[in-house]
């Protein structure tokens, strides 16, 4: 049944290779941001689990 219902789609063969595209850019993207991200910004957020309070003068406070 599902067989016929997706074969009566037309044009149904575009919909994984947009799928596809979509994953691929969104890992690549995220592989660019994590090589290009500032070394801080990673120690910041890897260590604000840990802290009671974060200073007033951080620089990274309103991310």
């Known amino acids: ?3 016929d219902i ?3 789609i037309e ?3 575009i919909y994984p290779i ?3 595209l979509i994953f691929v850019i969104f890992f ?3 592989f660019i ?3 290009r991200v500032d070394k801080k910004y990673i120690d910041h957020m890897k ?3 840990l802290d009671d309070e974060t200073p007033k003068n951080s620089p990274y406070e309103k991310v």
Do not use: D, Q
């Open 1 to 3: 049944m599902k067989k």
């Open 6 to 8: 997706l074969s009566s």
């Open 11 to 13: 044009n149904i063969e």
């Open 18 to 20: 947009i799928s596809l």
């Open 28 to 30: 690549v993207g995220m």
């Open 33 to 35: 941001w994590v090589i």
């Open 47 to 49: 260590e604000m689990p």
